[in-house]
């Protein structure tokens, strides 16, 4: 008994909020081979009572934060742990050799990547750089309006947080006096207004930073930045430009983009180290993305799968009402 529940797969799942879902994903991924735990700062978060046992702890950015998410690892035998939350994963990737050295296998991409597609300049910089497309994007009103006189760009335009999560704050101007009433050097960027179809991607690196798995949505609606309606479509020339970008970006584990495609072009718009909104569509069409965390915790080998997935599966978010009995 003590050699099999030292072989268990025990996860943590820290920043939980509303993601119960995915805490489900991975105790059916699991099975009987280990168990699901959850952390959040406020008891308050239903995700966490999905978890075979859960934890409050201080706000991310409180300084034993780390030090607290160790302490559990230790004293719950935890192999695996991830965060689905923005602010986290810069964290987690600094302090990645803390766990490691504990035998303990962070899913979380390198500084430098969550650099890049955190601040949406940066992003816009990697993209240029490695030939793929994206709307053109500018850090001054001055740069932005000679593109204006040139006529290589035209209103409206957007104004977004540099860097903003969950489409936060973006506002579309019109003409040059509201652009440069409505935009912060410090804090913004403007970018062109692109309109087209937008997809979602789910894509899968493993620890070489290869993509392995890739799915891709089409967009119904959305609700609070996150997908809430979407369809499955299978577009080869899409999946052949997306393997390139994951290489070239060499995330770890699950990323998510999002790209507008008009005409024959595909304009990648933002880049999320992390689980995506729109996850759950992906799974129900073949992506077991917590199945391939397991695997990366015990340390095992995985090989690309592009096989083909079915199309025209529909996914409609709706609440969920949680009721706990609360001591």
């Known amino acids: 008994m003590p050699a099999q529940a030292k072989n268990k797969t025990n996860i943590l799942i820290t920043s939980a909020g509303r993601r119960g879902y995915l805490i489900r994903y991975f ?15 406020s008891r308050y978060s239903p995700a966490i009572y999905d978890a075979d046992k859960y934890f409050i702890v201080p706000e991310v950015l409180h300084k034993d934060y780390v030090k607290n998410l160790l302490d559990i690892c230790i004293k719950n035998k935890i192999r695996g742990i991830f965060s689905v939350h923005d602010l986290e994963l810069p964290i987690l990737a600094k302090n990645k050799k ?6 303990i296998e962070v899913i979380v991409s390198n500084p430098e990547v969550i650099d890049i597609c955190y601040d949406k300049y940066k992003t816009f910089l990697f993209l240029k750089r490695n030939g793929f497309m994206t709307p053109k994007t500018f850090i001054s009103v001055h740069e932005a309006l000679k593109e204006i006189k040139k006529k290589t760009l035209s209103f409206p335009l957007l104004i977004k947080a540099k860097k903003g999560c969950a489409s936060m704050g973006i506002k579309k101007v019109y003409n040059a006096k509201q652009l440069q009433n409505e935009f912060n050097r410090k ?4 970018q062109e207004f692109i309109v087209g179809e937008e997809y979602g991607i789910d894509f899968f690196n493993n620890k ?4 392995i798995a890739i799915f891709i ?37 699950p990323t998510d983009a999002d790209v507008l495609k008009q005409g024959s072009r595909y304009l990648f718009i933002d880049i999320n180290p992390r689980f995506g909104g ?15 965390i397991i695997s990366l915790v015990n340390k095992e080998n995985l090989k690309p799968d592009y096989k083909r997935y079915p199309a025209n599966i529909l996914m409609m978010k709706q609440h ?8």
């Open 27 to 41: 105790k059916e991924a699991l099975g009987n081979k280990g168990k699901v735990f959850a952390a959040d700062c």
């Open 98 to 103: 803390i766990f490691s050295q504990k035998n």
């Open 187 to 190: 804090t913004d960027i403007i």
């Open 208 to 211: 070489d930073g290869m993509p």
């Open 217 to 253: 949505k089409k967009k119904i609606q959305m609700r609070s930045g996150e997908t809430d309606k979407a369809l499955t479509v299978y577009d080869k020339n899409l999946i052949e430009i997306v393997k390139k970008l994951g290489k070239k970006l060499g995330s770890y584990g």
């Open 278 to 292: 729109g996850y759950p569509l992906a799974r129900a069409a073949g992506a077991d993305f917590p199945a391939k």
């Open 320 to 327: 969920e009402i949680v009721i706990k009995k609360m001591k």
